[in-house]
Nanobody, 127 residues
C-alpha cells in the first residue's frame, strides 16, 4: 500500500505562487501516473492536473481548463515525488489539494481512475 504525503500548502496573496509536493512511499512510484485534485466544502473533488509515467518519448501532462497556463505538474522518480507548481493564483484556487496515484501508467482526469490518496494540504488565496 503506497502512502502519499503532501506538503507546501499555505496562505498566499492573489497573483502569488506556491509549489506543492507529494512524497510517495514504495518502490513502484515510476510505474504509475500521478495526479492532483482539489476540493472545497460542499463540493466534489475536482481534477487539477495529472502526469503519466515517463517513457522514452517523455511524459504526458493533463490540466483542468481552469488551471491551464498557470499550473505545472512534474515528477521526479528518483525522489518518488510529484510536484504542482501554481502561479498567478486566484481566490477560486482556494481548496484542499490532494495528491493521488493512478491505477495505470497513463494520466487520467477521472477520479475513479485513482486508488491511493494523500491526506491533503490546504491552499488559501487571499484576494
Amino acid at each position: 500500500q503506497v502512502q502519499l504525503v503532501e506538503s507546501g500548502g499555505g496562505l498566499v496573496q492573489s497573483g502569488g505562487s506556491l509549489r506543492l509536493s507529494c512524497a510517495a512511499s514504495g518502490r513502484a512510484f515510476s510505474l504509475y501516473a500521478m495526479g492532483w485534485f482539489r476540493q472545497t466544502a460542499g463540493r466534489e473533488r475536482e481534477f487539477v492536473a495529472a502526469v503519466s509515467t515517463i517513457t522514452l518519448s517523455g511524459s504526458r501532462t493533463y490540466y483542468a481548463d481552469s488551471v491551464k497556463g498557470r499550473f505545472t505538474i512534474s515528477r521526479d522518480n528518483a525522489k518518488n515525488t510529484v510536484y504542482l507548481q501554481m502561479s498567478n493564483l486566484k481566490a477560486e484556487d482556494t481548496a484542499i489539494y490532494f495528491c493521488a496515484r493512478a491505477k495505470t501508467m497513463g494520466g487520467s482526469t477521472r477520479y475513479g481512475d485513482y486508488d491511493s490518496w494523500g491526506q491533503g494540504t490546504q491552499v488559501t488565496v487571499s484576494s
